[in-house]
């Protein structure tokens, strides 16, 4: 009951600010009602009425798109088979899949902010990491080798790939103090480049297409799905999500790395005085941080996608900051809070696709969510609840000055 | 101009930090005001200075009753500080530094006429014979010169009271020697002048005046003409105060720690440490005493392996350790106990039960092959809290919720909690209250006992009497002289901290 | 000139220069190996022309002409290399290395595009002044950010910034024009708009990170995602349906009196889009207010130790609020040259990270006004000979050209050629009594 409550202590900033942020949503949607607002003269309530049913459309559309339509749910109970229960459940697993990535980037996240590294790299972490498990997805297509071999070795190569883009900005910084948030914003326009220059090349480039997509490697490499229904892609890339967030709790808090990662992130002189190595972990922090981003990358790549666009994270990276700082930086949250992340962006596809309400506003109202977190002074504020100070590591990134300010 | 501060009061969350403090002091009179760390000096002075504004209380000056509600305020009431921690912008020239926020101007733009500040600081620093260079950068100055920029900052505001907070924490003996010069003759000129201070023979020197704060209130005036040391350290504590540490003979064993022709330059690389041989054996304690700023800080920092040495011999137990790192130095059983523990020591944002492991954490029983063994992190952590004392709701409790003394417990507690050939303190007892200093010594002591060397920094000199078994006296990046604890008298270590050297003849 | 060069230590001081002397002497013998290195680059490319054309006036058809050998430009740049290495070697660490390295920068830029382009002749009259022209909203967002961090906070929001900025002069010129037909009105209105809603969007970053104490890499975060947001459903919701609203007005080159008549510099320094005049002008006027005026010293003093302006009456809180607004201001000025100058039109992302560029020019201009100009207009260059090397169709992957502005940027701020101090407490938050 105790830990119930500390649940729900600790979820009350992070719940209101996605509230107040999804109504910051609604108010903007409100706003750019033009064709409903243009009769405010004449009939102020209907227009206004009107625009608000446009927000109830569209988050209507968002709730449905990312959990189900009750009526074909209704039907699938009444008449089960494949189609109904694919069509039923199709939603939740969509949920489920996008969830995948931004678990994976998410802790990705979590872990440089631990490191003190402020990692805003994770689209390109990600993009490069896919790369690479493109790479080697398409250069074993006649292989001959299994499936799951490949799978394995892709996967490996996203890892190493995301990983050593994750790396140069923790070396940058342990080497020359160039700070973090520049380089690795940089290195998602190299990344995206780079990424660009291979799906261009004629190795990697699908038959007979001039745009930058890769093969489809479904035909010999997959992730393997969890449910085998038509339609439905969810694959054990989530459950590797999940087994990777209980191996960075593991790691954070019961290993001596983990720990030499968040001394060094609160204090790299302390750590340094304790004969730990402040620079070792932040260049550490961040090649796992890469990793991380890059394994996310892979298992989208290889299951859910099958093939390689240069559009393959669609702003995951910046989703993932808002999602770590709401999660406190916990692993368990990273999950709670990627899956919540998930049906927004499921949702907002299809809301963007019923109500013609563009799917971008989500970063707005991811970027408000983090505002509200990092700020719960304004939630205090605007709901009139008691709050805790936010996590230390929110509060401040790097507890102590920047080697050289930005 | 006369000053009454009339039964000024200021709460602080959890603590009242001026209980109705009542002093006032005459035009061209010197008034120390003395008092420990914490007693609300600082606090007193801030309200003074337009800083805090008081809960109740008010400021009379000539006899007009006057609010500062900022700093602003004060300045034009004629208050003028010197803070402690002097307030120049390192990288402004002494002009800039000096006219900030009192600049003239000239222009549609306002531009910052320099002409006019430079020939108002050349006339005053002229006048009052302080001997300060207009042109110079505050960053290349010496700390004495930027004290006297500080009061010519005060001067050009011509402020008619003149506030000291500390002023001679961080000056040579012959720099405080020339400041107090500099106090007589401005007070000779009409300037009324508070000194802040907690070193007993400096108020008895120059202050006509001394009032004494404890715990937030006036615990007593003293004339300091009549008055005596012990008398205003009674006062200023509140008990009979033991000066001296009880501890007995120091039984010196092996040499543990073995420096010769040491050589270590400073982050700007200049020279900090210029050929130091010292030699500290099992079972006594030396203590390197002198003015801050003249090497210990990388003395202390090329012993625990912190920083790479120029040239030189350092060994622990016969180890050579001259480019080991910091962990190996800690894994020869040497304890370190940092400067700024708030910084060096601890990790404010991490639990007690986590700092408490801070540097022995890859050690059995803590942790095998990478991997905690969190149940006996919580029992050590729980046993060090009992052992040491420490006041804290929990182990899990953050350490940034804990007071400096507890915080400075677990950091002890810590380099204590394993086997130690070698005690490292640098400035141990900083910003304590009397009970936990007592406390520390005590366990310095008990370490010295067992048989551990033990090397303790300090700019005190009643610290650095009452605990030393013998005393180096460290200036300009030397040992100027080492001195038998029974020796050593405040005034020869006075002599040898402002550079004079002794015959070989007292090295012990 | 205080905080900003760190470079040039006094003879005599106190400080020991080994640091900085043996940084000179690494910088000496690189510059010193480069000019070797030019000269065995020489000896193979004498055969390969190099021509250069620049436009003698900005009406007609006459054309200078430089023509020359590759080899011999590698000649012309390995002297000045090695010459520049040598007095680096020889002055030590008081050598002011900057300017040198400007000066530099000519004949390489000459022999690298000579040597790519391999004997297609080119006009560079356009490459130079697109380069002031693609320097211009560089220098801009350098400006803010310097504003911002000599007043103690970091701006990592300038991107942000100039993206809304982009979109609010795009919708509110579109409007004006429409309604009004004046292109002149219309422009000055979107203008005004985006710098005011982006100065306000300067003030919600201050307020974040003074009033909540929001770590001011976050708030600017915030700012930065919430911008791609807010523009990215403006653009699909409102302007794809309605195209009447990206029409802005457009802000066409200005030749000036006199002075655009003057052979070859006319076309190339006085035929430019007024916002380079300005930003030009901008430029001198803060590198006059930040050194030479109260205001000016009051700033300094907010970014380098705040604690020191405080306590002699100094409001450092409303400094740092106003810098915020002013350099917002200037963001939005920055912003609006993107669709208004160039573009034509607002796009989705169409900053693509000339912040953070802007934030590199500021860095490797030491935080002075002048010094950002010019490291924009490096950024520039590079970008206006990009476009040219497209044009003429070299064999350099696209991609690769496209990368060159980041990787100078990652380059830049890791201090690879020299280290500079920046304000000592930016990003430090600061207690008011």
Known sequence: MRALAGLARRALVPGLAVLTALILGAVVIILTDFENLAQIGSDPAGALGAAVGGVFNGYGAMLTGAFGDPERIRLAFEDPNDRTIATAIRPITETLVAATPLIFVGLAVAISFRTGMFNIGGDGQLIVGALGATIVGVGLQTSGLPSLVILALAIAAAILFGGFWGFIPGFLKARTGAHEVITTIMLNYIGAQVVLFALLGPSLRAAGSSQPISKNMSAWVDVPSIISLPAIRLDYGFVASLVMAAAVSWLLFRTTKGYELRAAGFNPTAARYAGMSAGGSMMLGMALSGGLAGMGGGFLVIGATGQLTNDLSGGIGFNAIALALLAGLRPSGVVAAGLLFGALTTGGKVMGIQSGIPFDLLFFIMAMVIMFVAAPGLIRTIWRVKVAKPAPEIASVAPTAPAEPV | ?508 | MSAAVATALPHGEGLAARRALRDARIRGATLLALGVLSFYFASSAFSTPAIFLFRIYNTGQDRFEVATSVGLLWVIAGLAAALVGALQLWRGATFRWRPWLLVLLVPYVAVILGALLDGTIANLSRVLSGSFELATPLTLGALAGILSERSGMLNIALEGKMLVGACVSVVVGSVVLGATGNMFAATVAGVSAAMVVSGLLGLLLAWLGIRHRVDQIIAGTVINIGAVGITNFLFLRVLGSSPELNTPPNVAAMQLPFLSDIPVLGPLLFSLRPYVYLSIILVIVLTYLIFRTRWGLRLRASGEKPAAAGTVGINVLQIRYRALFFAGLICGLAGSYLPLATAGSFQMQMTAGKGFIALAAMIFGAWHPIGAFAAALVFGFADSAQALLSILGVQVPPQLLNSVPYIITIVVVAGVVGRVRGPASAGQPYEQG
């Open chain 2, 1 to 508: 101009m006369r000053l009454e501060l009339r039964e000024i009061s200021k709460r602080f969350p959890g603590v009242l930090a001026n209980d109705k403090i009542s002093i006032s002091v005459d035009k061209g009179q010197v008034l120390g005001l003395l008092g420990e760390n914490g007693a609300g000096k600082t606090t007193l002075m801030n309200i003074l200075s337009g800083l805090y504004k008081p809960d109740s209380g008010e400021i009379v000056i000539d006899d007009q009753v006057r609010v500062f509600g900022d700093p602003h305020a004060a300045i034009a009431a004629g208050v003028g500080m010197v803070h402690q921690h002097f307030m120049l912008v390192p990288v402004f020239d002494v002009v800039e530094a000096v006219a900030l926020g009192a600049e003239p101007v000239s222009g549609p733009f306002r531009a910052f006429d320099r002409a006019a500040a430079r020939n108002r600081i050349v006339e005053l620093s002229e006048q009052y014979k302080l001997n300060v260079n207009p042109d110079a950068k505050i960053e290349n100055l010496p700390v004495g010169v930027r004290q006297r920029v500080e009061i010519l900052k005060a001067l050009y505001r011509k402020s008619d009271i003149l506030v000291l907070d500390e002023p001679s924490a961080v000056l040579t003996p012959s720099e405080t020697e020339e400041l107090f010069g500099i106090i007589r003759s401005l007070a000779a000129t009409g300037t009324t002048i508070i000194f802040i201070t907690h070193k007993l023979n400096e108020v008895i020197e120059v202050a006509d005046k001394i009032v004494v704060l404890r715990r937030g209130r006036v615990a007593g005036t003293a004339d300091p003409k009549t008055t005596t040391r012990q008398a205003l350290a009674n006062l200023m504590v509140g008990r009979d105060v033991e000066l001296i540490v009880p501890k007995g003979p120091a039984k010196p064993g092996e040499v543990v720690l073995g420096i010769k022709d040491l050589v270590v330059r400073d982050d700007r690389l200049e020279l900090a440490v210029q050929g130091v041989d010292l030699e500290v054996r099992a079972g006594e304690i030396l203590v390197i005493a002198g003015v801050q700023g003249n090497g210990q800080t990388e003395l202390v920092e090329a012993i625990t392996g912190l920083r790479t040495i120029d040239s030189g011999e350092i060994t622990i137990g016969g180890h050579h350790v001259e480019r080991a790192s910091p962990r190996q130095v800690s894994d020869l059983g040497v304890a370190h106990i940092p400067e700024d523990r708030g910084r060096d020591g601890l990790i404010a944002f991490m639990t007690v039960a986590e700092n408490y492991i801070l540097d022995t954490y890859h050690r059995e029983p803590y942790s095998r092959r990478g991997i905690f063994n969190l149940k006996a992190v919580s029992e050590r952590a729980t046993q060090g809290v009992k052992d040491f004392d420490i006041r804290t709701p929990s182990i899990q409790t953050l350490a940034t919720a804990l007071s400096g003394g507890n915080q400075q417990k677990v950091v002890v507690a810590r380099e204590f909690s394993v086997p130690v050939q070698l005690v490292i303190a640098a400035q141990p007892t900083r910003g304590l209250d009397v009970g936990s200093i007592e406390y520390i010594h005590r366990r310095i002591v008990e370490q010295r006992d067992a048989g551990a060397a033990i090397v303790i920094v300090s700019t005190e000199l009643d610290e650095v009497l009452a605990v030393g078994d013998r005393i180096a006296v460290m200036y300009d990046g030397r040992i100027v002289g080492i001195l038998a604890g029974d020796d050593a008298t405040l005034e020869n270590l006075g002599l040898l901290m402002g550079g004079a050297i002794f015959g070989e003849g007292t090295a012990a």
